[in-house]
């Protein structure tokens, strides 16, 4: 496909386009008690929204700009569906026996650089690994046996998190 070179202008006109063709399902719950949910039920201590809250997951400032309500339930049901790579986990073991797990970050034939479990970026060297291992899962618990409104609710507020004044 060529590469196109439009104005800033015209790039989001056609995002508002094909936004416009995606079907936007509106979300059941109440986004009010979501955040409170999402408060208490710890989401906050791996996610950031607005500067605030945990590193450890991906940030939530803006995602129900990008996300659909479905994928966000999903996401919230499955989190194993679709895992990017910055969060698959890295389980190794030194030669002095130490755990080192983490998130991966990058790997090459020699090396793997990961932020361990306290947020700090470590670069391994392979050959002196006991064990090695990247597990392409999520370190977020499901949310699938949550009762349906509070799900609902969660959704509801994470689909409220969109860019100020941005298309939809």
Same mark, same amino acid.
């Given at each position: @496909? ?73 996401? @919230? ?11 698959? $986990? ?9 755990? %080192?797990?983490?998130?991966? @970050? ?11 479990? %306290? ?47 941005? $298309?939809?």
């Amino acid at each position: @496909m060529p590469g196109l070179f439009y104005s800033p202008d015209r790039v989001w006109q056609v995002v508002a386009y094909l936004r416009s063709l995606a079907q936007r399902e509106t979300p059941k719950g109440d986004a009010a008690h979501g955040a409170a949910l999402f408060a208490s039920r710890g989401c906050a201590g791996c996610h950031r929204v607005a500067g605030q809250g945990g590193r450890s997951g991906p940030d939530l400032t803006q995602i129900g700009s990008s996300r659909s309500v479905r994928h966000l339930r999903e996401a @919230m049901t499955n989190p194993d569906a679709d895992v990017r790579q910055r969060y698959w $986990v890295v389980t190794a073991r030194g030669e002095d026996g130490r755990p %080192v797990n983490g998130f991966l @970050m990058n790997e090459d034939t020699y090396t793997v650089q990961l932020f361990d479990d %306290v947020g700090n970026l470590r670069s391994l060297s392979k050959p002196g690994l006991r064990d090695y291992a990247v597990a392409k899962k999520s370190k977020m618990p499901s949310f699938a046996k949550l009762p349906a409104a509070e799900l609902d609710n969660l959704v509801a507020y994470l689909g409220s998190l969109r860019r100020p004044g941005g $298309v939809r």
